[in-house]
């Protein structure tokens, strides 16, 4: 080694080539370890799990937690580079006080978002909804509910409450069990440092088999509330691309969900 | 390594495909590191042999995020440990060497082509404390940071950048005297 060398650089910068018979031998050998793994039925994880579900509302909510954290745990058991468990049931407890929900969305189209919704904590029912995005602007109260295509300066008014999602924002982990069990679904629960928040999250994956859908829910582990919610696949009419921010308990601007049709806009009642 | 994370979750739902990327994008930098604690090349070749079947073998008990990097390379410094461990409680009961890893997997030859600066460099690497050798390898090869590294040898943050800058103090002196 020459004095004046970097030793780290020295160190950091030695390459090594390798054997192209041996690459393609060892890696034979990866695939068909992988090929002999999926013919063995897990354990742990699986669509199965759901089917205990019991029938009346009350008990599939308790069951629903009583599932998830017993999958939480077990993967915690099995895993133990993770962090202490993560008690999911914390989760539940703090979006049952969530009364209001600002969320900054992205949709396909890259196009920018934003929604309101104030909820009843008692039912985790929403009552009121407003949702910008792109061209579609919605707005939902207890009577009607108005979906305006900007674009085509057209309002569609449908009687009553439409809701914005197939799950109650405040009851999501709840609702999301049932709506997973029902599609033939998947949840898993592990801890990550995430490197775009800079901190370290729960991270849920949901994958909805028979739907086709599959997204990622991340936790904030002080909060215990969702962060942001990310489809990673999807289908149209299946949602946004990304929930980019959620906040809770925010004040709601006055006026938000009294909406005026524009002036000229085309009226379509639908049934 | 958003990528990695959609990665992991095709090789978790059994995807061949996404193995193979995996296999191909990480082979050659855990070769490097396994060698690089080990000295052995026939032994590296078997952990990292090994650490690819057994994350083949065990998907569905993968639990990591997007930091598929950082969880090989823990992989393979656990069963470099060992390995290293056994070599030295072989060494002080008079036995033979430390045998190479679980891997009874026989590859057609040498997969490693050593090149002669990797060569002199584990040899001078070979003559460290493996505290120090570990410290340097998981922080240069590994893209390790003090934090972590303190944290998989269960030292203080001080004590895995003392045994860094040691190691490498000491790495210069075999190198430079080899050079006069």
């Known amino acids: ?271 | 390594m958003f990528e990695d994370k959609l990665l992991i979750w095709k090789f978790r739902r059994g995807d061949a495909d996404a193995l193979r990327r995996i296999y191909a994008g990480y082979k050659d930098d855990l070769l490097r590191l396994a060698t690089a604690l080990l000295s052995r090349t026939s032994v590296a070749e078997d952990i990292v042999h090994d650490v690819f079947l057994d994350l083949a073998g065990s998907r569905e008990k993968l639990r990591l995020g997007g930091n598929l990097k950082g969880y090989l390379t823990i992989c393979v410094a656990n069963r470099a440990r060992n390995v290293n461990k056994t070599a030295r409680i072989r060494k002080s009961v008079g036995l033979d060497e430390a045998q190479s890893a679980a891997s009874s997997a026989k590859r057609p030859e040498q997969w490693i082509i050593y090149n002669e600066r990797f060569r002199r460099l584990n040899e001078a690497l070979d003559e460290l404390p493996y505290e120090q050798r570990e410290a340097i390898i998981l922080h240069l090869h590994g893209s390790m940071t003090f934090k972590a590294v303190a944290g998989f040898q269960a030292v203080s943050i001080n004590t895995a950048q003392s045994r860094y800058r040691y190691g490498l103090e000491k790495l210069r002196s075999i190198l430079d005297s080899e050079a006069e």
């Open chain 1, 1 to 271: 080694m020459k004095p004046s060398e970097n030793i780290e650089e020295l160190i950091a910068g030695v390459r090594l080539e390798t054997n192209t018979k041996a690459d393609k031998a060892v890696l034979d050998d990866v695939l068909n370890t992988l090929e002999t793994s999926k013919n063995k039925k897990s354990a742990t994880l699986g669509p199965n799990i759901w089917r205990i579900i019991m029938k009346s509302r009350m008990t599939k909510l308790a069951a629903a937690a009583v599932i998830i954290v017993a999958v939480a745990f077990s993967i915690n058991l099995l895993d133990k580079t993770t962090a202490p468990a993560y008690a999911v049931e914390q989760t539940i407890q703090a979006m049952r006080s969530v009364s209001s929900v600002h969320a900054y969305c992205t949709d396909w189209d890259n196009s920018q978002g934003e929604s309101w919704a104030q909820i009843n904590p008692e039912t985790g029912e929403e009552e009121y909804h407003y949702s910008d995005q792109g061209n579609l602007l919605i707005v939902a109260t207890p009577e009607v509910t108005y979906f305006y295509h900007k674009d085509k300066n057209r309002v569609r008014i449908q009687k009553g409450y439409v809701p914005a999602s197939e799950v109650r924002i405040s009851r999501f982990f709840e609702d999301m069990a049932m709506w997973v069990q029902e599609h033939d679904g998947e949840l898993e629960f592990h801890r990550q440092f995430d490197e775009d928040l800079q901190k370290e999250v729960i991270m849920v994956h949901v994958t909805m088999s028979v739907q086709g859908a599959e997204f990622i829910v991340r936790i904030d582990t002080q909060t215990k509330l969702p962060i942001n919610i990310e489809s990673i696949k999807s289908k149209p009419g299946q949602g946004v691309k990304r929930v980019d921010q959620l906040e809770y308990n925010v004040s709601i601007p006055e006026g938000i969900f009294d909406f005026e049709i524009p002036e000229g806009a085309e009226i379509v009642n639908i049934p």
